[in-house]
């Protein structure tokens, strides 16, 4: 039992009521009801990581999910984060992270993990970090694919939140389990092409607005393209190490 959890999940549960997002998820089944496993999960919005928890409410289970170290140093999420036993990664150091990851796999958890490493503002799927591969092959477990569409329209990068009650549909799919195999580069290169499987099916029965910041180009939308997304995202961390080295040198 974990009231904190509960509780949690209790309050995300009436946010989304309030909100009058509309659900739909297939293939809640994949998800074990024992024994350790990565879920892989697409990165399109701030809140993928509440969504993402509603398939494994199924077997009653809970994930940890891998995040990063900032979310874990503020003062109001830092204690919750801690109390829902998800784990902190600092991309500077990331050796801690990724051992405790593989801890928690071996003791029959949940690991939640993006593949992508940040959010993709082209909403199509980015390249994949090797991280998710080599958990689940050093701990022996599968690898469970989850892709959601829709969350980049409640709240994503460069947009304002839509908090309020936009009875915005949301799809969420689980994909068959992947059991680990090396070479972990070839294992990631399979996870992706499922999940671009996966997102391609579910935008089928997705009604796309013409032109809207959330729909992606290859849709009619006004997102930026894989490519020209990737070029902000470098455009954005040289700005960010341009940053960090400068307050560096004042120090």
Not at 31 to 52: C, E, K, Q, S, W
Not at 136 to 153: F, K, L, S
């Amino acid at each position: 039992m974990e009231p904190v959890y509960r509780t949690i999940i209790g309050l995300a549960r009436t946010v989304f009521f309030v909100e009058g997002l509309k659900f739909t998820v297939k293939g809640d089944e994949h998800i074990p009801a024992r024994g350790g496993a990565v879920l892989a999960v697409n990165h399109t919005g701030y809140m993928d990581f509440t969504y993402a928890g509603l398939p494994v409410r199924t077997p009653k289970r809970y994930i940890r999910f891998m995040a990063k170290k900032e979310v874990f140093d503020d003062k109001i999420s830092g204690p919750i984060m801690r109390a829902l036993k998800h784990i902190p990664v600092d991309r500077g150091a990331g050796a801690d992270s990724y051992k405790a990851a593989v801890e928690y796999l071996r003791r029959g958890e949940l690991v939640g993990v993006y593949p992508e490493a940040t959010i993709s503002r082209s909403f199509e799927i980015k390249d994949f970090k090797s991280g998710a591969a080599r958990m689940a092959i050093e701990a022996d477990v599968p690898i469970i694919p989850i892709v959601i569409w829709g969350a980049q329209r409640v709240w994503t990068k460069g947009f304002p939140k839509r908090l309020g009650r936009t009875n915005t549909p949301i799809s969420i799919a689980v994909g068959e389990p992947i059991q680990p195999y090396e070479p972990a580069a070839e294992l990631t290169e399979q996870l992706r092409g499922v999940m671009q499987e996966m997102l391609l099916d579910l935008q089928q029965d997705y009604a796309h607005e013409p032109g809207a910041y959330w729909v992606p180009a290859r849709l009619g939308g006004s997102a930026p393209t894989l490519e020209e997304a990737d070029a902000l995202d470098a455009a954005e961390a040289e700005e960010k190490a341009a940053r960090k080295a400068a307050k560096e040198a004042q120090q």
